[in-house]
């Protein structure tokens, strides 16, 4: 007999196989029991997550998001699917945490390792990713694009050399202020809507883009 659940891992995180046929009810309990049997494994462990062998709602994914960091010592940083940036972007959030846990940070080109200190400003003439938290009462200035792989709590400048072409992107949106190409977007209400925040306590990726002189912010995955 085949397993319901199986585990794979790679160095972007974990992902799951799961039986198409089985019910979703008895799929949860075998997910935690397959987790509860790799507990020594996964201790204090943290990664990302995506799945496959089944399709699933956005509804069952947080639920089965919830089984795995209410019942284990698991933190899940954010469900991903299958597309050509995911290795890219899982791989600088893992690098992000690692940079934290080490009380390291540094500017290289445009990549910044480590997060932001409360009320520091970084500017720079380029796009930029952030690997790491930009906290409220810090700020980052860019003349191309700005990419957060953490979250954004403080304010996020992109476009200052007039391009309106240029976007903001974090993986957990909620900023102080944004601003692209000199144009204010409006602030986001607080977890307003968003099941993944209200329900699963785990980040919504969000990007915004001016368009019309109208900056649109929309999650991504």
């Known amino acids: 007999m085949s ?3 199986i585990i794979k891992s790679s160095k972007c ?3 799951l196989v799961l039986d198409a046929a089985l019910p979703f009810e008895e799929l949860l309990d075998e997910i935690l029991n397959r987790f509860r049997e790799s507990a020594k494994f996964f201790a204090n462990a943290a990664f990302a997550i995506s799945f496959e062998g089944r399709e699933l709602t956005d ?3 947080y639920r ?3 089984v795995i960091t209410e019942h284990t010592d698991i933190q899940i940083l954010c469900i991903v699917e299958e597309d050509e940036v995911r290795d890219a972007v899982i791989s600088q959030k893992i690098a992000a945490r690692q940079q934290a846990a080490a009380g390291q940070s540094k500017i290289t ?3 910044y390792y480590g997060p932001l200190a409360v009320g520091e400003r ?5 796009s930029i990713v952030i690997v790491g938290d930009v906290p409220r009462g810090a700020s980052v200035v860019s003349e191309g694009d700005v990419v957060i792989l953490g979250a954004l709590r403080g304010s996020a400048f992109a476009g200052m050399s007039g391009k ?4 903001i ?3 957990s949106f909620e900023p102080e202020a944004y601003n692209i190409s000199g144009i204010y977007g409006d602030i986001p209400g607080k977890n307003r809507g968003s099941l993944f925040s209200k329900r699963n306590k785990t980040p919504l990726a969000m990007i915004a883009t001016l368009s019309a002189g109208i900056i649109k912010v929309r999650p991504f995955t």
């Not at 309106?164 to 976007?167: A, D, I, L, M, P």
């Open 3 to 5: 397993q319901a659940v």
């Open 13 to 15: 995180g974990i992902t």
């Open 59 to 61: 509804e069952e994914k």
């Open 64 to 66: 089965i998001v919830d």
């Open 109 to 111: 080109g445009t990549f």
């Open 122 to 126: 970084l500017e720079t003439d380029e």
């Open 164 to 167: 309106q072409g240029s976007f």
């Open 169 to 171: 992107a974090a993986l």
